[in-house]
Nanobody, 122 residues
């Protein structure tokens, strides 16, 4: 059974940091990504990475503040979020792709986690 389990969300003040984790199990994936969805808005791409190449891609809104990384031994992907802003408030979802690519298209991702809430207070 494939599972993606996110953790690490919470409440933080503007300028603070959080690290999200996504533990994958049940099969091998080639790429992983983070998306987010704020209330009343569409789901949007945040960051993605490939397991083997280490290629990464980021949304312009988070470049320089967020870092996606992976621990192959633990089958876990992380999202380090620094200099958080109120507009980063959203439910963050981990997603997994069977194809090795960095994609911003949520339709490319086959599996999704349950989401973890990140709230940034002003």
């Amino acid at each position: 059974q494939v599972q993606l389990v996110e953790s690490g969300g919470g409440l933080v003040q503007t300028g603070g940091s959080l690290r999200l984790s996504c533990a994958a199990s049940g099969r091998t994936f080639s790429s992983m990504a983070w998306f987010r969805q704020a209330p009343g808005k569409d789901r949007e791409f945040v960051a993605s990475t490939t397991w083997s190449w280490g290629a990464t891609d980021y949304a312009d809104s988070v470049k320089g503040r967020f870092t996606i990384s992976r621990d192959n031994a633990k089958n876990t992907v992380y999202l380090q979020m620094n200099s958080l802003k109120p507009e980063d408030t959203a439910v963050y979802y981990c997603a997994a792709d069977k194809v090795r690519r960095v994609s911003t298209n949520d339709k490319h991702y086959d599996y999704w986690g349950q989401g973890t809430q990140v709230t940034v207070s002003s």
